[in-house]
């Protein structure tokens, strides 16, 4: 069984039921068992700042599913929710990202692991130390990266309470 990490963040339309859809979609797949969640976080946009905020999560799957298998799920699920992106590094209703797949390291352009900006992004490491904080990237710890992120940008992630 490989174990897999997901990034799903969205800043269009109801952002709330995109996040919760995403995570319906993967438990309805066959060839994944146990997903786990980590908290929600509303996050200043990274990239391209002037759009809204986004909702972040990660996730934390089991599954059958080789690298390549896993990418054109998500992908389904991102045209399910009709992911719609009209700017590069701009609004979107879903994203749904493999971070880590096991140790598999991959440097084919289609699907780079473990994702390139993880390091750079506290939407990605602060919802990733909710489900692992033993996760290492170029053998440094996601803590240690984290501690590298100017105050203002941890402070721009802020953990979601009682959304209904
Ligand atoms: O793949 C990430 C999409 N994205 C995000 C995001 O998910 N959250 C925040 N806060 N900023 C972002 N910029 C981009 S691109």
Same mark, same amino acid.
């Given at each position: 069984m490989n174990k897999a990490y997901l990034g799903i963040g969205t800043n269009m339309g109801n952002r709330f039921d995109n996040l919760s859809k995403a995570c319906e979609l993967l438990r309805d *797949? #066959? *060839?994944?068992?146990?997903?786990k969640e980590s908290k929600l976080y509303e996050t200043k946009p990274w990239g391209y700042t002037e759009q809204a905020d986004f909702l972040n999560m990660c996730v934390e799957i089991e599954t059958e599913f080789e690298p390549y298998e896993l990418l054109e799920y998500c992908q389904k699920i991102e045209e399910e929710l009709h992911r719609k992106r009209i700017v590069h590094w701009g609004p979107r209703t879903i994203d749904v990202d493999i971070? $880590? $797949?096991? #140790?598999v390291v991959s440097t084919d352009e289609r699907l780079l692991i473990p994702h390139p900006r993880i390091q750079d992004r506290a939407f990605v490491l602060i919802p990733l130390m909710d489900l692992n904080e033993e996760l290492l990237i170029n053998k440094k710890s996601i803590k240690e990266y984290l501690n590298l992120l100017s105050a203002k940008e941890i402070e721009e992630v802020k953990e979601l309470v009682g959304y209904e």
């Open positions: *797949s #066959d *060839s994944i068992y146990e997903v971070l $880590f $797949f096991n #140790d």
